[in-house]
């Protein structure tokens, strides 16, 4: 009796995706690892925690076709008002520019495509940070949980690479801006950051997509804060109303270091994103803050882990949302505390507004504490725009409708403030367009 083999679809484009990449060994087997795992997985269903209010067993992911860039930027180095920027059209890098001065102080700032190009020769990586950039994304496959998030590192497109090295301070942000367009492509963005000890600087990730096209997306961001550095990561998303964009992202945050995350999320059709704040070091602090408006029937899922593994380190996660229409929003909050970090600090805060009658809002903040000595407590609101407020301001003179938009715009604005002025204003704009639905 003859046995069949049953071959995976998916696993079958994935071999061939890495077969036919001209890539040095250390990226080649980086995606191996992930497709070791990725062929050992299912594809996520209702029937997983992670994923019961946000069901994606309906995506036929076989459909979406795999591309990356050819080729490398032209024009490098010219002058920028920022620390620098990477500009993708597509996958395809558009400029590449780093401010004056930086090179030289050790900065590198550069695409994937550039850092695998020629085995790393005369691209400006050293082995100390290949070694650290390759360690980092090996951790997020070792912290990957399903299949999709595995899928995005075996399948990297594009993106950016960004190393500080140790105790330069930057006052403006670097900038990696990705500018789709596009119909039944699968789009896989890296991004990987690099801080060394006593390093301070930001760094604003922004996804847009032109109108027209579906594009399914699942990025990867992977951002290291070594001892006594300093990291601010603020990510933008307002892709098209027929896409699907799914974020798996990690900090690591070392000892006596800061990271402060922030995500916008306000595009897709379909969004999961998942960010997890790892404290390895004693006296870490690490802050997480999100804002997200859905409206017609969007969905948007969004998850965050603080996860302390040693003493005395700080946590806190502020996500606001709002929801109109026929919308559903789902937010899963948890602070995970090892055995041995004794003394952790840490709060989880969801807020959410709903805006019509048909919105929905899922709000599962959660706390899983291995010791005594914390201090670890979460709340989670949802309700409506308060009716006292939206008098009192009527009472002074505004309409129903000017005293709504400042309530809402003002419930916004304690995350969006914190965000570089080279994308707040676009932020507001956002929300003030959303508002006016």
Known sequence: MSSQIVTDPAVEAVERFIAGRQEPQWMTDVRRVALDRFR??????????????????????????????????????????????????GTQVKRRALAEGLAEKGVVFISIEEAVADGLDGQGLDQQILSSVREALLKGIANADNRLSVWHYATITHGAILYVPKFLELKEPFIVSFDDDGDGDLRAP????????????????????????EIFYNEGVNIVVGDAGQVEYFSVQNVNIDSTYISNGMAT????????????????????????????????????????????????????????????????????????????????????????????????????LILSDDGQADSIP?????????????????????????????????????????????????????????????????????ISD
């Not at 925690?49 to 180095?77: A, C, I, K, M, W």
């Not at 390093?199 to 109108?211: E, L, P």
């Open 40 to 89: 050992d997985m299912e594809w996520p269903t209702a029937q997983d925690e992670e994923f019961r209010r946000s069901d994606v067993s309906s995506y036929d992911f076989d459909r979406y076709r795999l591309s990356s860039s050819t080729g490398l930027p032209q024009g490098v180095e010219v002058p920028v008002v920022q620390s620098g920027i990477v500009e993708f059209s």
């Open 190 to 213: 890296q991004i990987v950051v690099i801080g060394e000890e006593g390093a301070r600087f930001s760094v604003v990730s922004r996804t847009v997509q032109d109108d027209e096209g």
């Open 253 to 352: 945050v070392g000892r006596d270091s800061v990271y402060h995350g922030y995500t916008a999320a306000f595009g897709g059709m379909f969004s999961k994103y998942r960010f997890d704040a790892e404290m390895v070091g004693v006296g870490g602090d690490a802050f997480l803050g999100g804002v997200y408006f859905p409206h017609e029937d969007q969905h948007i899922d969004l998850r965050t882990v603080q996860r302390h593994l040693e003493p005395k380190a700080h946590s806190l996660t502020l996500y606001k949302g709002a929801v109109n229409d026929e919308a559903h929003s789902v937010f899963q909050g948890l602070i995970n505390v090892d055995h041995a970090a004794l003394d952790t600090d840490a709060y989880l805060t969801n807020n959410n």
């Open 366 to 434: 959660s706390l899983e504490i291995s010791t005594d000595e914390v201090r670890c407590s979460h709340g989670s609101t949802t309700g409506k725009l308060d009716p006292r407020q939206i008098y009192y301001l009527q009472t002074r003179g505004y309409s129903s409708e000017e005293a709504r938009r400042l309530l809402l715009e003002g419930y916004f604005e304690e995350v969006l403030s914190k965000y570089p002025e080279v994308v707040a204003d676009e932020l507001r704009g956002i929300v003030d367009d959303r």
